[in-house]
């Protein structure tokens, strides 16, 4: 079992920034490719970017290409998504999410965080 935490959210205004935490423990988060979904109120849940297990593969969804970036430090068993340029259609429940195949479908995700709320203010 793998206990995922996310930190970092919170309320920014429209073109500020925000650095997403998601703390791993029981595992090594190295054992597992990790990934950002997010979720708005009213919509489905929906990929962000995901990070293969060494860090050397990455994956962004279009509209968060140039803004975000995910990256990881398996030493301390995190992983991040620095957010820039934010706008309101950002504002989301986000969640980290570990699993053993670098893709983009929630339902192949092995474990799933509690999500941080991001709220983006125009």
């Known amino acids: 079992q793998v206990q995922l935490v996310e930190s970092g959210g919170g309320l920014v205004q429209a073109g500020g920034s925000l650095r997403l935490s998601c703390a791993a423990s029981?595992?090594?988060?190295?054992?597992?490719?990790m990934a950002w979904f997010r979720q708005a109120p009213g919509k489905e849940r929906e990929f962000v970017a995901g990070?293969?297990?060494?860090?050397?593969?990455?994956d962004y969804v279009d509209f968060v290409e140039g803004r975000f970036t995910i990256s990881r430090d398996n030493a301390k068993n995190t992983v991040y998504l620095q957010m820039n340029r934010l706008s309101p259609e950002d504002t989301a429940d986000y969640y980290c999410?570990?699993?053993?195949?670098?893709?983009?479908?929630?339902?192949?995700?092995?474990?799933w965080g509690k999500g941080t709320l991001v709220t983006v203010s125009s």
């Open positions: 999410a570990a699993n053993s195949v670098l893709v983009r479908a929630a339902q192949r995700m092995d474990y």
């Open positions: 029981g595992r090594p988060l190295s054992n597992y490719n």
């Open positions: 990070i293969s297990r060494g860090g050397s593969t990455t």
